[in-house]
């Protein structure tokens, strides 16, 4: 199981502070959020990807309808060229409470922005290997065989393309299937009435045995599971990584959104959870 965590909205410049600390502290990822009026990611990641070299570096997450995919295509491929193949990005249908009523060209429709969703890693995954592609979605239409390759930019460091980590909505059948089309799940769960609910160790055993049943692509595909450990003794941190790394989480995000700037840092600085 690898260690990261996820950032507030914070300035660039913070975000670059943390990478470093965290870099020294042994953590495996540092992710940032995106909102639809936020401090942008895209430069914050550019920034920490300047002063670090190890650490992986990613979205939690791109509200993918909130970007056009060929500019998420450029933006993703030049900071994975920039952090050297360090780069993964995080990708879901976005939390429409999080201000968009104060945008209303914007798409708020739970179907459409699931299709938008789809539709965008189909176009990543395209435009990611730098080769002549047609794309026809019902959202967004791509010809990049009127375009001479001479006009391409570089290629991402990291092929076949950028790991995409996409939200996974159980047990909506549809969501996990779009989710599997990508190198790993954010996984999220509805209960019977309709209503998200925490998600358990005993619902990722669940899902994983569904993508293991389902998923015809053979790379490597990640499990992410987000919490916080900060305030557990030693004890209960084993008992409860222990039980989501044995459910088959590759990856722990530690939450580091209701924490001041100062507490995140002093976080950091303590290191990842250690696992016996």
Known sequence: MKFGFTLTYSIARLVADAACI??????DGLFVGDAIWCSDPMVSLAAAAMVTSRIRL?????????????QLASQTGSLDNLCNGRLIVGLATGATWMGWKSFPDEVTDTKARAEMLGETIDILTGMYLGKPFDYDGKHYHVRLTLMEEMHYPPRPVQQPRIPLWVVGVWPRKTSMQRAMKGDGLIPHRLNPDGKFADVTPADLREMKAYVDDHRTLTTPFDYIIEGQTGSLAPAQVQDQLGAWQESGATWWIESMFSLTTDQALARLQQGPPQLA
Not at 58 to 70: D, E, K, Q, S
Request: proline share 16%.
């Open 58 to 70: 990613g979205t939690m997450i791109v509200p993918a309808p909130l970007r056009i995919p060929w």
């Open 22 to 27: 965290a870099e020294k502290a042994g953590w």
